[in-house]
């Protein structure tokens, strides 16, 4: 079978996804009750404004017809500890950014796009693309891309003559894909077209699915992979549409043809592929299997049983030298993977997709460490009834959602000696982090409760110590669609993984640029188990992962990072 996709048309105007490039009208039935609406204006996030609106007047960036050169400093501290004395010193490094102006015709390959996920993103595409408006009890919905930070949030950029803040909307810095003009295709356990997989996925509101349901029955998932022992027994009854036979080998082999495939169809400049399939089990990291690049290759070929769908999908990324990004817990990059992706200077990201309660988690934890109360406890309370929640209802599935959770808060504690001493290391327990520090009692409960579906419920009581030996208790009570704040962080990352592959660097005026490193980092504000590279420290503060996202785009075009001195301050 050939990848099927939604294809916006070439010239980037707004008309149906494609199958063989054939568009299909919005039907609307004559037994309706609704009657077409008229076209509504487009939301500001999904707006197109001209293309480069910030023009930067500096020697340091130079702009050409292919690129935008910056020249950048960038300014550090490096600091000596000697007992209880630090000698601090400031250090510049400067660096030369090429951006690549042209913004490619780029595809996105979902791993499980008949998922709630994959589907809730095809039809927000496509209502986007069409400027589809539907009906709610509280009136008429347009399409927008709110949740994004890319497409919905705005940056400062700095201050007008009179000394007012100047926002812009943050995709407006560099160029970059819009959300429309994204191709998506992918794979599914589940050959169900899109069109029945979005009513059983139960998310959208029925006017908008009945609206895009033509568009959707015209796709239909690529057979993928399917090893029972990684995901629960559960899931056995949708896996009707699995690639053939036992060889993890074939089963790489074809996955690199399907992304070969899918982007010569399109007609396309770059592809991304995201998982955004069920929660894997953890692989074990076995000495001489998946330790090396060499020992996982060796190990696909030998069939091994840790080697894991989404750890052939990630290598097949890997050598197909597209973007693969990791959207659930699971361990897809073990060391071999990582490896690969250096060898290839190819890039991954992950892992999860941070979207509810864990976002409040890494804001609201950061709020109380530097507020100078101790959290003494953190217990997380989630029921679902979606197939992820269902898929979780196994022990090795939950404990790699776990796993991704429980870790989102060791920075910040850490960075905080005066409220949390320093511990000595004990014998490694398998399966535990080991602490420097004390660390709060965190506990993560999750539920399956089919009857609330995607109304995912989240409960969260944080409790902490304050002066003098009192306690303070925060709980907090959130609902949310879970789709609908998950689909926003997959446009996020599919648009900045494509923005990173046109930025590379320099030291050395005389030397070539290099692509960054292979491991995103950069994409952490999305991602509750941020991967970085090996030895580099996790940052899980929100804020602090917005800042580096930020500031990168402002190195992009010679521009230092905010600052709030002088706004604070009693200088003139």
Same mark, same amino acid.
Request: aromatic share 6%; hydrophobic share 40%.
């Given at each position: 079978?050939? %990848?099927?996709?939604?294809?916006?048309?070439?010239?980037?105007?707004?008309?149906?996804?494609?199958?063989?490039?054939?568009? @299909?009208?919005?039907?609307?039935?004559?037994?309706?009750?609704?009657?077409?609406?008229? %076209?509504?204006?487009?939301?500001?996030?999904?707006?197109?404004?001209?293309?480069?609106?910030?023009?930067?007047?500096?020697?340091?960036?130079?702009?050409?017809?292919?690129?935008?050169?910056?020249?950048?400093?960038?300014?550090?501290?490096?600091?000596?500890?000697?007992?209880?004395?630090?000698?601090?010193?400031?250090?510049?490094?400067?660096?030369?950014?090429?951006?690549?102006?042209?913004?490619?015709?780029?595809?996105?390959?979902?791993? =499980?796009?008949?998922?709630?996920?994959?589907?809730? /993103?095809? $039809?927000?595409?496509?209502?986007?693309?069409?400027?589809?408006?539907?009906?709610?009890?509280? =009136?008429?919905?347009?399409?927008?891309?709110?949740?994004?930070?890319?497409?919905?949030?705005?940056?400062?950029?700095?201050?007008?003559?009179?000394?007012?803040?100047?926002?812009?909307?943050?995709?407006?810095?560099?160029?970059?894909?819009?959300?429309?003009?994204?191709?998506?295709?992918?794979?599914? +356990?589940?050959?169900?077209?899109?069109?029945?997989?979005?009513?059983?996925?139960?998310?959208?509101?029925?006017?908008?699915?009945?609206?895009?349901?033509?568009?959707?029955?015209? &796709?239909?998932?690529?057979?993928?992979?399917?090893?029972?022992?990684?995901?629960?027994?559960?899931?056995?009854?949708?896996?009707?549409?699995?690639?053939?036979?036992?060889?993890?080998?074939?089963?790489?082999?074809?996955?690199?043809?399907?992304?070969?495939?899918?982007?010569?169809?399109?007609?396309?400049?770059?592809?991304?592929?995201?998982?955004?399939?069920?929660?894997?089990?953890?692989?074990?990291?076995?000495?001489?299997?998946?330790?090396?690049?060499?020992? &996982?290759?060796?190990?696909?070929?030998?069939?091994?049983?840790?080697?894991?769908?989404? !750890?052939?999908?990630?290598? @097949?990324?890997?050598?197909?030298?597209?973007?693969?990004?990791?959207?659930?817990?699971?361990?897809?990059?073990?060391?071999?993977? +990582?490896?690969?992706?250096?060898?290839?200077?190819?890039?991954? =990201?992950?892992?999860?997709?941070?979207?509810?309660?864990?976002?409040?988690?890494?804001?609201?934890?950061?709020?109380?460490?530097?507020?100078? +109360?101790?959290?003494?406890?953190?217990?997380?309370?989630?029921? /679902?009834?979606?197939?992820?929640?269902?898929?979780?209802?196994?022990? @090795?599935?939950?404990?790699?959602?776990?796993?991704?959770?429980?870790?989102?808060?060791?920075?910040?504690?850490?960075?905080?000696?005066?409220?949390?001493?320093?511990?000595?290391?004990?014998?490694?327990?398998?399966?535990?982090?080991?602490?420097?520090?004390?660390?709060?009692?965190?506990?993560?409960?999750?539920?399956?409760?089919?009857?609330?579906?995607?109304?995912?419920?989240?409960?969260?009581?944080?409790?902490?110590?304050?002066?003098?030996? =009192?306690?303070?208790?925060?709980?907090?009570?959130?609902?949310?669609?879970?789709?609908?704040?998950?689909?926003?962080?997959?446009?996020?990352?599919?648009?900045? $993984?494509?923005?990173?592959?046109?930025? !590379?660097?320099?030291?050395?005026? !005389?030397?070539?640029?290099?692509?960054?490193?292979?491991?995103?980092?950069?994409?952490?504000?999305? &991602?509750?188990?941020?991967?970085?590279?090996?030895?580099?420290?996790?940052?899980?503060?929100?804020?602090?992962?917005?800042?580096?996202?930020?500031?990168?785009?402002?190195?992009?075009?010679? /521009?230092?990072?905010?600052?709030?001195?002088?706004?604070?301050?009693?200088?003139?």
């Amino acid at each position: 079978m050939s %990848p099927i996709a939604i294809d916006p048309s070439p010239n980037h105007s707004n008309r149906a996804p494609a199958q063989a490039h054939a568009a @299909a009208p919005v039907a609307t039935p004559a037994s309706s009750i609704y009657a077409p609406l008229a %076209p509504a204006a487009v939301d500001p996030t999904a707006a197109r404004r001209p293309v480069e609106p910030i023009t930067v007047d500096s020697p340091n960036l130079k702009y050409t017809d292919e690129a935008l050169f910056a020249k950048y400093t960038f300014h550090s501290t490096e600091v000596k500890k000697n007992g209880d004395r630090y000698t601090v010193k400031p250090v510049e490094k400067k660096f030369e950014l090429r951006t690549g102006r042209k913004v490619p015709k780029t595809g996105l390959m979902l791993v =499980g796009w008949g998922g709630n996920n994959g589907t809730t /993103l095809s $039809a927000t595409i496509i209502a986007n693309q069409n400027n589809i408006s539907w009906s709610t009890r509280d =009136g008429t919905q347009t399409p927008n891309y709110i949740g994004s930070l890319v497409r919905a949030s705005t940056l400062r950029l700095g201050t007008d003559p009179e000394g007012k803040d100047v926002h812009v909307p943050f995709s407006d810095v560099l160029p970059m894909v819009h959300p429309n003009d994204i191709v998506v295709g992918g794979w599914d +356990i589940s050959g169900m077209p899109l069109d029945g997989a979005m009513r059983r996925a139960k998310v959208l509101d029925y006017d908008l699915q009945r609206q895009v349901a033509p568009f959707m029955a015209k &796709l239909q998932p690529l057979p993928s992979i399917y090893y029972p022992q990684f995901i629960n027994a559960n899931q056995e009854d949708r896996a009707d549409n699995v690639m053939k036979g036992e060889s993890k080998q074939a089963h790489l082999e074809q996955v690199r043809k399907d992304i070969r495939d899918f982007k010569s169809a399109n007609g396309l400049d770059q592809v991304v592929v995201l998982w955004t399939a069920n929660t894997e089990r953890y692989s074990e990291i076995i000495a001489g299997i998946n330790d090396t690049k060499e020992n &996982l290759l060796q190990a696909i070929k030998d069939n091994h049983f840790e080697v894991s769908p989404s !750890t052939i999908f990630a290598v @097949a990324s890997i050598l197909e030298n597209v973007p693969y990004i990791n959207g659930a817990p699971q361990n897809t990059f073990v060391p071999g993977c +990582i490896q690969l992706a250096e060898a290839h200077k190819s890039f991954i =990201g992950g892992d999860d997709f941070k979207s509810g309660q864990t976002k409040i988690k890494s804001v609201l934890a950061d709020f109380l460490v530097n507020a100078g +109360i101790k959290p003494l406890s953190i217990a997380s309370y989630n029921h /679902l009834g979606n197939n992820d929640g269902k898929n979780l209802s196994a022990p @090795a599935q939950f404990r790699s959602k776990e796993i991704s959770k429980s870790s989102v808060v060791d920075d910040m504690v850490e960075a905080n000696h005066l409220l949390y001493k320093p511990i000595p290391r004990t014998a490694a327990v398998k399966g535990e982090k080991q602490h420097d520090t004390e660390h709060p009692d965190h506990i993560i409960v999750i539920k399956y409760v089919p009857a609330v579906g995607d109304d995912k419920r989240a409960l969260d009581e944080y409790h902490s110590e304050i002066m003098m030996g =009192g306690r303070n208790t925060l709980n907090i009570f959130n609902e949310c669609q879970d789709s609908l704040l998950a689909t926003p962080l997959i446009i996020d990352l599919v648009l900045l $993984a494509e923005l990173l592959t046109r930025v !590379t660097y320099r030291t050395d005026e !005389t030397a070539e640029f290099d692509s960054l490193y292979s491991v995103l980092g950069l994409l952490s504000y999305m &991602l509750k188990a941020p991967l970085v590279k090996p030895g580099v420290e996790v940052i899980n503060s929100l804020s602090r992962q917005r800042n580096a996202l930020e500031n990168f785009l402002r190195a992009c075009v010679s /521009l230092q990072p905010n600052s709030d001195l002088i706004s604070f301050s009693q200088m003139d």
